[in-house]
T-cell receptor, first 114, second 118 residues
């Protein structure tokens, strides 16, 4: 089974702190994604990566950055956390294999910025 | 840019009955994939069903089936014999076959919360 693991299920941080959300997948997938989930807004793409050290902005990249130094790990960074970044963050991965078309998700990190 | 619209924020169904969740999308591409994901209270996103745009036949997975209307850009999910365990948030998602850089991304709708009444 594909496993996507997010480092924390719940996180509370203070305004202005630098926050790291970590995601690791164990299936050698090339693509990795960070989404933000808010009620009524669904899942919105923050950043994605299609290879090591490669990244592309999604729909809402402002206030976030990412790092992918190893194929299995994709980190989301909040440079200076703000209260409007309080949300659920979902990591996902998928392969370049044309026979596997779906994304596989982690269990989510609920981040509260106070 | 592609968009996915789910116009039903919440739906209710009686246990053992059938319910249909709606999804429409907009794209200029001819080759793509569509998905329905389920997110129970545990928050783990689970793939329910997928549909390849080049296939005319509607996908089915046990009690779950889709009505894929490519010309109308509609992709509804039908759940038959609803069970209490079906209660969850359901997301419709779109994926290009391949992006311009050889990659792709998943675009999600806003979700439909399904309540199953005993």
């Amino acid at each position: 089974d594909v496993k996507v693991t997010q480092s924390s299920r719940y996180l509370v941080k203070r305004t202005g702190e630098k926050v790291f959300l970590e995601c690791v997948q164990d299936m050698d997938h090339e693509n990795m994604f960070w989404y933000r989930q808010d009620p009524g807004l669904g899942l919105r793409l923050i950043y994605f990566s299609y290879d090591v050290k490669m990244k592309e902005k999604g729909d809402i990249p402002e206030g976030y950055s990412v790092s992918r130094e190893k194929k299995e790990r994709f980190s989301l960074i909040l440079e200076s956390a703000s209260t409007n970044q309080t949300s659920m963050y979902l990591c996902a991965s998928s392969p370049w294999d044309p026979l596997i078309t779906e994304a596989f998700f982690g269990q989510g990190t609920r981040l509260t910025v106070v | 840019a592609q968009t996915v619209t789910q116009s039903q924020p919440e739906m209710s169904v009686q246990e053992a009955e059938t319910v249909t969740l709606s999804c429409t999308y907009d794209t200029s591409e001819s080759d793509y994939y569509l998905f329905w994901y389920k997110q129970p209270p545990s928050r783990q996103m689970i793939l329910v069903i997928r549909q390849e745009a080049y296939k005319q036949q509607n996908a089915t997975e046990n009690r779950f089936s889709v009505n894929f209307q490519k010309a109308a850009k509609s992709f509804s999910l039908k759940i038959s014999d609803s069970q209490l365990g079906d209660a969850a948030m359901y997301f419709c998602a779109y994926r290009s076959a391949r992006g311009t850089s050889g990659t792709y991304k998943y675009i999600f709708g806003t979700g439909t919360r399904l309540k199953v009444l005993a």
